[in-house]
């Protein structure tokens, strides 16, 4: 203790709760196992310890979390809010340290407590609060924002049980409830003091009121209430903390206590339960489901909490909302927020007096819409009869909408009635229903891709109409990761080798890895680009080992990644077609030359997905085959890691050779995941789709694997009647693996286990694997020769990674700033700010 006793005679005792040295975080760590835990060290869990250190360094952000709150009310700022169902933001606690910059003190503090910092911060339960690569950019856009020092909140849902924990139990995917919460949360701070009310149900009427205006009510027919919990955001080495605010439904008190009163305790739990249903459960598909209340239920409760809470920021410093779109970016993620169109014009009509003009203007200049997919089934709409019963107010208001929208088309278009029903925000070809992009598209001053090729075909195809109408809303923003997360914190090794020869600018400057590309040509550089590789390699393997009992070599074998959510359109059983044919050969001549690979998949399939799981299935039946047969001699390894999510997802991108990027060309809208690979020094075999496109551009045509279909010959190859099964009778080693598959070669149980998926391929094809089949086995092999030249395998992962600059989510997030949501930068003092030493 007398450590803290410094200069002499002038006492200086670090505050226990922001002290960022070894002695003061010791103390501070015990501190909080004791009168926080309430714990002896002796007795305490691991949990116990996770827990103490997370409190440890949540109190070392709270000053920075407090003060950038304080900055943006006080001065008239632009304030972003992101508006997402979902998001992915992965485990805290290391995340946190990096951006506090005291990794090394406090993994001193906890080695001599006895303890291990890895450990610790494997201890933690990620909050799986989002499904796949839309909630993952949320995350990573947080991250940014906080980092710019770009005022923002994110707004969202605290779902109970986020996205399942995948087992795989004989090769099926076995989903298991997500407890995240069960042993507590320590980053959130729930804020009672700021809940809200939400209307759902009942009717609508109309009266005039005292000045004789004619207005509309809302009579909901029951009310739930929204409790913000919030999670500070820390930007990287910075002051700014934005906050994540996601809500809770809970019941009104109101309910319970009238039921009491007439004795209905039974009724009164009921409703209790009903209500908080609403932010029970995410729903687990990455394509919206038709149809379910209680999925409109959760998109408009987050909206309509969301939006209360901004006005009611708004007018604690401003007089009235006339100037909500000056002060606040709303950003649509997806469709799922879109609801939100309606609902601010409720608010300002109904509850804040605004006249129909005034209020739209506000409303569009506040919103913006990035729309994430181009499958045309993936596309949101709600019939009108559910629509109209849980939300009648904004169903009128979504007709007066239209009739004004509707109004404008025809004076555009006056001879054309079919544009009427194109354009409609009610679809009327068969049973009706609102279309969630339309309002969207109408009610926003901007709509965006995100890749190139997305927004392109946004353009030509699925907002094609809107296009022609506006083409001054369209923009792209072509996605970005951040790499404090997706560099730093899951690649130790290729941080330090990279700042060893470009210093660390290049995390906040991510386009300074260009200096990286001389280095390509360095004999030594390239040496020990390889051993870092190695080294993360070895990681992985132990993984595997330790997870799945499997012994792979991350010496000599390639080591090929497919890692996202399983989905026909992304093609997880292409690989497997190819792995097949490797085995094929060796079968053939056990003694060929082959290139020693191991295939490493993981992902999560939607549980009421079929075919998705029963791919699943696929790869673990190929991979028991695969991984036993003697002739193989381990030189092909299959892999399926389960319950892939950001934690465990972290070891594996910076271990890949090879990653696979091979979606049907124009379905991807852009991926993430691809982005990270190639960071991480990965080389990529890919389509051309999404943001491959522009990956591709950026690191060149000879360091990227390049193969099949283009997006416009998929188009032109369907309208002209696409047949799989000339693809299949015309080639023989295709032919062989597809029978292989059907004759019940890698299901011997059950010979007809995976006919599902063979006649779904030979008689529709709707992803076109068997087109493209040729094509990826060809650039499959020139992997494979690429690969026997290590030396300059090595100098084309150098390049990737050197190239990649223009991926980091900071990119994304300056273009949004400049072009959507006119925002500036804040910076934020901290009087008391202790600088890192060292
Ligand atoms: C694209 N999720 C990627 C990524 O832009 C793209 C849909 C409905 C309900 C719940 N979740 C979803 C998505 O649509 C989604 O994740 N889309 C993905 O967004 C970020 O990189 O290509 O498929």
């Given at each position: 203790?007398?450590?803290?006793?410094?200069?002499?005679?002038?006492i200086?005792?670090?505050?226990?709760?922001?002290?960022?040295?070894?002695?003061?975080?010791?103390?501070?760590?015990?501190?909080?196992?004791?009168?926080?835990?309430?714990?002896?060290?002796?007795?305490?869990?691991?949990?116990?310890?996770?827990?103490?250190?997370?409190?440890?360094?949540r109190?070392?952000?709270?000053?920075?979390?407090?003060?950038?709150?304080e900055?943006?009310?006080?001065?008239?700022?632009?304030?972003?809010?992101?508006?997402?169902?979902?998001?992915?933001?992965?485990?805290?606690?290391?995340?946190?340290?990096?951006?506090?910059?005291?990794?090394?003190?406090?993994?001193?503090?906890?080695?001599?407590?006895?303890?291990?910092?890895?450990?610790?911060?494997?201890?933690?339960?990620?909050?799986?609060?989002?499904?796949?690569?839309?909630?993952?950019?949320?995350?990573?856009?947080?991250?940014?924002?906080?980092?710019?020092?770009?005022?923002?909140?994110?707004?969202?849902?605290?779902y109970?049980?986020?996205?399942?924990?995948?087992?795989?139990?004989?090769?099926?995917?076995?989903?298991?409830?997500d407890?995240?919460?069960?042993?507590?949360?320590?980053?959130?701070?729930?804020?009672?003091?700021?809940?809200?009310?939400?209307?759902l149900?009942?009717?609508?009427?109309?009266f005039y009121?005292?000045?004789?205006?004619?207005?509309?009510?809302w009579?909901?027919?029951?009310?739930?209430?929204g409790?913000?919990?919030?999670?500070?955001?820390?930007?990287y080495?910075?002051?700014?903390?934005?906050?994540?605010?996601?809500?809770?439904a809970?019941?009104?008190?109101?309910?319970n206590?009238?039921?009491?009163?007439?004795?209905?305790?039974?009724?009164?739990?009921?409703?209790?339960?009903?209500?908080?249903?609403?932010?029970?459960?995410?729903?687990?598909?990455?394509?919206?489901?038709?149809?379910?209340?209680?999925?409109?239920?959760?998109?408009?409760?987050?909206?309509?909490c969301?939006?209360?809470?901004?006005?009611?920021?708004?007018?604690?410093?401003?007089?009235?909302?006339?100037?909500?779109?000056?002060?606040?970016?709303?950003?649509?993620?997806?469709?799922?927020?879109?609801?939100?169109?309606?609902?601010?014009?409720?608010?300002?009509?109904?509850?804040?007096?605004?006249?129909?003009?005034?209020?739209?203007?506000?409303?569009?200049?506040?919103?913006?819409?990035?729309?994430?997919?181009?499958?045309?089934?993936?596309?949101?709409?709600?019939?009108?009869?559910?629509?109209?019963?849980?939300?009648?107010?904004?169903?009128?208001?979504i007709?007066?909408?239209?009739?004004?929208?509707?109004?404008?088309?025809?004076?555009?278009?006056?001879?054309?009635?079919?544009?009427l029903?194109?354009?409609?925000?009610?679809?009327?070809?068969?049973?009706?229903?609102?279309?969630?992009?339309?309002?969207?598209?109408?009610?926003?001053?901007?709509?965006?891709?995100v890749?190139?090729?997305?927004?392109?075909?946004?353009?030509?195809?699925?907002?094609?109409?809107?296009?022609?109408?506006?083409?001054?809303?369209?923009?792209?923003?072509?996605?970005?990761?951040?790499?404090?997360?997706?560099?730093?914190?899951?690649?130790?090794e290729l941080?330090?080798?990279?700042?060893?020869?470009?210093?660390?600018?290049?995390?906040?400057?991510?386009?300074e890895?260009?200096?990286?590309?001389?280095?390509?040509?360095?004999?030594?550089?390239?040496?020990?680009?390889r051993?870092m590789?190695?080294q993360?390699?070895?990681?992985?393997?132990?993984?595997?080992?330790?997870?799945?009992?499997?012994?792979?070599?991350?010496?000599?074998?390639?080591?090929?990644?497919?890692?996202?959510?399983?989905?026909?359109?992304?093609?997880?059983?292409?690989?497997?077609l190819?792995?097949?044919?490797?085995?094929?050969?060796?079968?053939?001549?056990?003694?060929?030359?082959?290139?020693?690979?191991?295939?490493?998949?993981?992902?999560?399939?939607?549980?009421?997905?079929?075919?998705?799981?029963?791919?699943?299935?696929?790869?673990?039946?190929?991979?028991?085959?695969?991984?036993?047969?003697?002739?193989?001699?381990?030189?092909l390894?299959?892999?399926?890691?389960?319950?892939?999510?950001?934690?465990?997802?972290?070891?594996?991108?910076?271990?890949?050779?090879?990653?696979?990027?091979?979606?049907?060309?124009?379905?991807?809208?852009?991926?993430?995941?691809?982005?990270?690979f190639?960071?991480?020094?990965?080389?990529?075999?890919?389509?051309l789709?999404?943001?491959?496109?522009?990956?591709r551009?950026?690191?060149?045509e000879?360091?990227?694997?390049?193969?099949?279909?283009?997006?416009?010959?998929?188009?032109?190859?369907?309208?002209?009647?696409?047949?799989?099964?000339?693809?299949?009778?015309?080639?023989?080693?295709?032919?062989?693996?597809i029978d292989?598959?059907?004759?019940?070669?890698?299901?011997?149980?059950?010979?007809?286990?995976?006919?599902?998926?063979?006649?779904?391929?030979?008689?529709?094809?709707?992803?076109m694997l068997?087109?493209?089949?040729?094509?990826?086995?060809?650039?499959?092999?020139?992997?494979?020769?690429?690969?026997?030249?290590?030396?300059?395998?090595?100098?084309?992962?150098?390049?990737?990674?050197?190239?990649?600059?223009?991926?980091?989510?900071d990119?994304?997030?300056r273009?949004?700033?400049?072009?959507?949501?006119?925002?500036?930068?804040?910076?934020v003092?901290?009087?008391d700010?202790?600088?890192?030493?060292?």
């Amino acid at each position: 203790m007398n450590d803290n006793l410094t200069n002499g005679n002038q006492i200086q005792i670090e505050d226990d709760r922001t002290g960022i040295d070894v002695q003061t975080l010791k103390r501070a760590f015990s501190d909080n196992l004791f009168y926080a835990l309430g714990k002896f060290p002796e007795i305490a869990t691991k949990n116990d310890f996770y827990m103490a250190l997370a409190y440890t360094v949540r109190d070392r952000l709270l000053r920075r979390w407090l003060n950038s709150q304080e900055t943006y009310l006080k001065q008239d700022v632009k304030i972003v809010c992101y508006f997402s169902a979902e998001y992915l933001i992965g485990p805290q606690l290391g995340k946190n340290l990096i951006n506090l910059a005291i990794v090394e003190q406090v993994r001193q503090a906890v080695e001599e407590c006895g303890l291990n910092l890895d450990d610790l911060i494997e201890q933690e339960e990620e909050p799986g609060l989002g499904n796949g690569g839309l909630g993952r950019l949320a995350a990573c856009y947080m991250d940014s924002m906080a980092t710019l020092n770009i005022p923002a909140i994110g707004y969202g849902i605290r779902y109970e049980f986020g996205i399942f924990d995948q087992e795989i139990c004989e090769g099926w995917q076995v989903e298991i409830t997500d407890k995240w919460l069960r042993y507590g949360n320590p980053w959130e701070i729930p804020r009672t003091e700021a809940t809200v009310e939400v209307g759902l149900g009942g009717y609508t009427e109309s009266f005039y009121d005292e000045n004789n205006r004619y207005r509309v009510r809302w009579l909901p027919d029951r009310t739930v209430k929204g409790v913000p919990y919030d999670t500070p955001i820390l930007g990287y080495k910075t002051n700014t903390a934005n906050t994540l605010r996601l809500w809770k439904a809970e019941a009104p008190e109101s309910f319970n206590f009238q039921a009491f009163n007439v004795g209905d305790y039974y009724g009164a739990v009921n409703e209790k339960t009903y209500s908080e249903n609403i932010t029970k459960v995410l729903y687990p598909n990455d394509e919206p489901i038709q149809g379910k209340q209680l999925r409109l239920e959760q998109q408009f409760f987050f909206v309509s909490c969301s939006l209360q809470d901004m006005i009611r920021l708004h007018l604690a410093t401003q007089e009235n909302l006339d100037n909500f779109g000056e002060l606040f970016a709303a950003q649509l993620n997806d469709t799922h927020p879109s609801i939100g169109v309606a609902e601010l014009m409720r608010l300002l009509m109904d509850v804040h007096d605004y006249e129909w003009e005034q209020a739209w203007e506000i409303t569009q200049k506040t919103f913006a819409y990035t729309n994430h997919t181009l499958l045309p089934e993936a596309l949101e709409k709600w019939s009108l009869g559910l629509f109209g019963s849980l939300l009648p107010r904004h169903l009128e208001i979504i007709y007066e909408i239209n009739r004004r929208f509707l109004h404008e088309i025809r004076t555009h278009y006056p001879n054309d009635v079919s544009k009427l029903s194109n354009f409609s925000l009610i679809d009327e070809t068969g049973e009706k229903y609102v279309r969630m992009a339309h309002l969207a598209c109408v009610g926003s001053h901007a709509i965006n891709g995100v890749a190139d090729l997305h927004t392109q075909l946004l353009k030509q195809d699925v907002l094609r109409g809107f296009y022609e109408l506006f083409p001054e809303k369209f923009t792209n923003k072509t996605n970005g990761v951040t790499p404090r997360r997706w560099i730093v914190l899951s690649n130790p090794e290729l941080t330090e080798l990279i700042t060893s020869k470009i210093g660390d600018n290049w995390i906040t400057h991510l386009e300074e890895l260009q200096q990286l590309e001389p280095f390509a040509d360095d004999p030594n550089f390239r040496n020990a680009w390889r051993q870092m590789k190695q080294q993360v390699k070895t990681r992985l393997a132990r993984r595997i080992e330790k997870r799945c009992g499997i012994t792979v070599d991350p010496n000599y074998s390639l080591f090929d990644i497919h890692v996202k959510r399983i989905h026909e359109y992304k093609r997880q059983h292409l690989n497997v077609l190819h792995i097949i044919t490797l085995y094929n050969r060796i079968k053939k001549n056990p003694n060929i030359d082959i290139v020693p690979r191991t295939f490493i998949f993981g992902g999560k399939a939607a549980p009421s997905y079929f075919m998705a799981k029963l791919i699943i299935k696929l790869i673990n039946s190929v991979g028991e085959v695969v991984n036993n047969d003697p002739d193989v001699r381990g030189r092909l390894k299959v892999v399926f890691i389960p319950d892939y999510n950001v934690t465990n997802s972290q070891p594996v991108y910076p271990a890949a050779d090879l990653s696979e990027q091979i979606s049907t060309a124009g379905k991807e809208a852009s991926g993430t995941g691809n982005m990270k690979f190639s960071l991480n020094g990965a080389l990529t075999i890919g389509t051309l789709d999404g943001a491959n496109v522009e990956i591709r551009q950026q690191v060149g045509e000879e360091n990227f694997f390049l193969f099949g279909l283009k997006a416009e010959e998929v188009s032109q190859m369907k309208s002209q009647g696409y047949n799989p099964w000339e693809f299949y009778s015309s080639n023989e080693a295709l032919r062989e693996v597809i029978d292989q598959i059907s004759s019940g070669l890698f299901s011997p149980e059950e010979s007809n286990l995976f006919k599902p998926l063979v006649d779904s391929l030979l008689y529709h094809d709707e992803y076109m694997l068997l087109a493209d089949y040729q094509s990826y086995i060809d650039c499959q092999d020139r992997v494979s020769e690429a690969f026997r030249d290590w030396d300059n395998w090595t100098r084309m992962s150098i390049l990737n990674t050197a190239r990649m600059g223009i991926f980091s989510s900071d990119r994304a997030i300056r273009e949004y700033c400049q072009d959507i949501w006119n925002v500036q930068a804040v910076p934020v003092k901290l009087e008391d700010y202790v600088q890192a030493k060292g």
